[in-house]
């Protein structure tokens, strides 16, 4: 049961590993995802890795910690915790913000360092501003001004200016929230629909197919040791 369970585990991280490294690929338009079924999807992955040559490719492993803080935004505002579900989805819009710049300056061709740069040097209201302007395309100006404003009220909270709470505290909150969910959403649409293609149905069908291809046959994606 013990081994039933360890090759499980194994097999899901190695689907998760591999998923991963094809969902930037889509989001980095290395891998047109448009049309594709899942087995395509591994065609092309094989596809793009012969076509890196000898030296092979390195890797680098980010976490994503945008699943974790979306949890947390549901969590705090189920139980009315205005100012912390505020500050929760702010923070998972700006981390969104990130990716989304990441993504486009690599395939506008700049270097990482610009994305860097971008990325930890500019505000909330800049981020915005700069993914239109990546994307050559105008936000819609209530999605701008509800997400502008749902940034501001977490700062607020994280540099102490927020006010006791009180009913028009919570009002303020409620209707800050109440108008960015759309504009969450938004952001959503952007990395899901137009830099992966909508290709979310084909990936979660990837997965599963890698899982199960890696339990089956374990010596699947063994590499040689350079070490013997």
Known sequence: MTKQISDTVEAKLVADLLVGV?????????????????????EALHKWYASQ????????????????????????EAT???????????????????????????????EEEFAGILIRDTGFKAKLLWVQCLL?????????DALVSLAE??????????????????????????????????LDHILNLRLMAGSKTQISRLRREIASSFKENSLLLNVPNHDT
């Not at 009180?166 to 969450?184: E, M, V, Y």
Request: charged share 30%; hydrophobic share 35%.
């Open 22 to 42: 094809v969902e930037q690929l889509i989001v980095d338009g290395d891998i047109d995802a448009r049309g594709k079924s899942a087995a395509e999807l591994r």
């Open 80 to 110: 009315d915790d205005l100012q912390y579900a505020c500050l929760y989805y702010a923070t998972w819009a700006e981390h969104r913000l990130n990716q989304i710049i990441a993504a486009l300056c690599r395939r506008r061709g700049y």
């Open 136 to 144: 050559r395309r105008k936000h819609k100006k209530r999605f701008f």
């Open 53 to 76: 040559g000898p030296a092979g490719v390195e890797f680098q492993s980010v976490l994503d910690h945008t699943p974790t803080i979306w949890t947390k935004a549901k969590k705090a």
């Open 153 to 186: 009220l977490r700062n607020q909270m994280l540099h102490y200016k927020w006010k006791p709470s009180d009913n028009g505290a919570d009002r303020q909150q409620r209707s800050a929230l109440r108008r960015a969910k759309p504009a969450l959403r938004y």
